[in-house]
């Protein structure tokens, strides 16, 4: 029996009749200054036992508050909230030693052991030293981390950590499982290996997960789906009930000789399109519901228009309730260069970027093995690869801020190893972690920005309002940078590294713990800053982000295993069990195949 009763089958997995967690009309304010923030508002849900449920919603939703919540870390302001039976705000001790919660940033020790780190957690959770060696034992097993005990914490990659953390959380075993965005920040290998030790969890278990997430493809994959706005509840069901009702509203485009970028804004600025996507050598389409589907009424004056209705899914469901929501102004993003025109370059021969078997050695180990590739004025390259493949570095001797150990590297027509801080000055570089200062306002990092770029006064003038007006910050101008959610972040980070109109824009992992909603306006925006002549390398571990890219390179241990456009990459998974593999399926069988050659040659 669970401790609310529910009874177990014989496979251990709870009564899923049952809420292990119940939310009832919950609201919770917070004061920031003079501001009142409300960001739960009269909310009831509720989470069955013994599946996984997916609390999904743009960024500042309200998913964190609810996770906080639920573990009795905050107390709502109304309403009640029960978690195995047990009223939270009455005892929310008694919860805490009920449940397990991983929070968007866990705590490792990075200076302790893995070991180290387990024993460190079971002393907190009060797990009886008898008990520790078999569950030890079985979450290493479980987490593939048995023979890194002795390893550091902070030595470990981005997904290691992850799970480390995870481990952390089960030492003692939890009956309830919450997980604020576990898999934010690391790559599809990762995030397939947690999915696993999740979902085995519930199997044998009989755990009861409540896991909040960015990645869609992850929702799809939840019992049952919660979907949050503004602190509201606009739906709750299986992940059909949201794709179902988009049966016949979903397309894939087409023209001949139009590129996909150039497609999807022309239809992404059409009325009767709810969302236009690219995907594949397409464009993904959802019609409003009242719109036909009519390939003359969606682009007049095309007359070659290829248009194929698809199988609806989660994300085209999620995406049309949200937009439900916005007002109709802010579903359209118009995104305008502020003058600049396309580069003269574009058509030289010389690259953007061009590398020739370059290294970068830190001791005895290469983090890079003599790399070569080209990027060409215009284009939109990704740089992809699992944690620890070396893109990160290899993104750092690009932007001139570490030097190779070998090798030749020339980025806007400059070597870098003579030319660096000439060449520094015609790139723009947006870091995976929020880089400005968040003791500045919006305006005052906008001006600070430009002021090191070297901009005259009236340049900062023309570019400062130039960027309030295109990502929408006049709202926030004055605003700390640091009390803005992550949306608004990465919009003025985007406008910061554009301050100085760069050839070169060099973006690492740009849209990490940003909502779905937040990603289709930023690579928006991309898209329009390449139509105007700039070169952009990006990485990114959203593998449908990668569909918005001319061409990707794949590394793994410091080299690249393929180089091509994202259709070229797909097809060496390509077979006759897999007619339609996505960029994921591509990227896994490539280090699959890596790794069976290493194997191979040990």
């Given at each position: 029996m669970t401790p609310d009763g529910a009874a177990l089958d014989p496979k251990g997995v709870a009564d899923p009749t049952v809420h292990v967690i119940e939310f009832n009309d919950v609201s919770k304010t917070f004061q920031s200054g003079k501001r009142r923030v409300d960001a739960l508002r009269g909310v009831s849900f509720g989470v069955r036992s013994g599946i996984i449920t997916g609390l999904i919603g743009p960024d500042g939703a309200g998913k964190t508050t609810i996770m906080r919540l639920s573990a009795g870390l905050l107390l709502p302001n109304s309403g009640w909230i029960t978690v195995l039976g047990i009223d939270v705000g009455k005892d929310p001790t008694a919860v805490q030693a009920s449940l397990g919660y991983m929070p968007q940033h866990f705590g490792l020790y990075e200076d302790l052991t893995v070991r180290e780190n387990l024993n460190l957690f079971a002393d907190l959770q009060g797990v009886p030293h008898e008990q520790r060696p078999p569950r030890y034992e079985q979450l290493l097993h479980m987490t593939g981390l048995r023979p890194f005990t002795s390893r550091l914490a902070g030595r470990l990659s981005g997904g290691m950590k992850q799970k480390l953390g995870l481990a952390c959380t089960l030492v003692r075993s939890p009956e309830v499982l919450l997980l604020d965005e576990p898999t934010v920040g690391v790559d599809p290998v990762s995030r397939r290996e947690l999915w696993t030790i999740v979902r085995n969890l519930v199997e044998a278990e009989g755990m009861s997960v409540l896991l909040s997430t960015a990645y869609l493809d992850e929702a799809e994959q939840c019992g049952e789906v919660v979907l949050i706005y503004e602190g509201q509840i606009l739906g709750s069901g299986t992940p059909s009930d949201y794709s179902s009702a988009m049966t016949g509203r979903t397309y894939h485009i087409s023209v001949p000789g139009v590129s996909k970028r150039g497609l999807q804004r022309l239809l992404a600025s059409n009325s009767a399109i709810v969302d236009a996507v690219i995907q594949g050598e397409q464009v993904r389409v959802v019609l409003h519901p009242d719109a036909h589907p009519d390939a003359k009424e969606l682009l007049p004056g095309e007359s070659d228009v290829i248009m194929t209705e698809v199988k609806p899914r989660f994300e085209d469901g999620f995406i049309a309730l949200l937009r439900d929501r916005l007002d109709a102004t802010s579903q359209k993003i118009t995104f305008d260069q502020g003058g600049r025109s396309p580069l003269m370059r574009q058509d030289s021969a010389e690259p953007a970027i061009k590398v020739e078997n370059l290294q970068r050695r830190f001791g005895d180990f290469y983090a890079v093995k003599g790399?070569?590739?080209?990027?060409?004025?215009?284009?939109?390259?990704?740089?992809?690869?699992?944690?620890?493949?070396?893109?990160?570095?290899?993104?750092?001797?690009?932007?001139?801020?570490?030097?190779?150990?070998?090798?030749?590297?020339?980025?806007?027509?400059?070597?870098?190893?003579?030319?660096?801080?000439?060449?520094?000055?015609?790139?723009?570089?947006?870091?995976?972690?929020?880089?400005?200062?968040?003791?500045?306002?919006?305006?005052?990092?906008?001006?600070?920005?430009?002021?090191?770029?070297?901009?005259?006064?009236?340049?900062?003038?023309?570019?400062?309002?130039?960027?309030?007006?295109?990502?929408?910050?006049?709202?926030?101008?004055?605003?700390?940078?640091?009390?803005?959610?992550?949306?608004?972040?990465q919009r003025l980070a985007l406008a910061c590294a554009l301050m100085h109109q760069p050839d070169i824009l060099f973006l690492d992992e740009p849209t990490s713990g940003v909502d779905p909603l937040a990603r289709r306006e930023f690579w928006h925006r991309i898209g329009a800053v390449a139509q105007a002549g700039v070169t952009v390398l990006v990485t990114t571990h959203f593998m449908e982000e990668a569909e918005y890219c001319d061409r990707l390179a794949i590394m793994a241990d410091g080299d690249i295993l393929a180089v091509g456009t994202p259709e070229q990459i797909k097809d060496r998974a390509r077979s006759d069990a897999q007619h339609e593999p996505t960029i994921e399926d591509a990227f896994i069988h490539l280090l699959e195949e890596h790794q069976r050659k290493k194997e191979d040659a040990a």
């Open positions: 790399i070569t590739f080209e990027v060409a004025y215009g284009e939109v390259f990704g740089l992809l690869g699992a944690n620890g493949a070396g893109k990160s570095t290899t993104f750092r001797m690009l932007c001139g801020l570490l030097p190779p150990s070998d090798g030749k590297l020339r980025v806007a027509g400059m070597d870098l190893r003579h030319s660096a801080a000439a060449a520094r000055a015609r790139i723009g570089y947006m870091s995976q972690k929020f880089s400005l200062y968040g003791i500045l306002s919006v305006l005052e990092n906008m001006q600070f920005y430009s002021s090191v770029y070297g901009l005259t006064r009236r340049q900062k003038q023309q570019r400062i309002q130039w960027a309030l007006e295109q990502f929408d910050l006049d709202p926030v101008a004055s605003a700390m940078s640091a009390d803005l959610s992550l949306g608004y972040k």
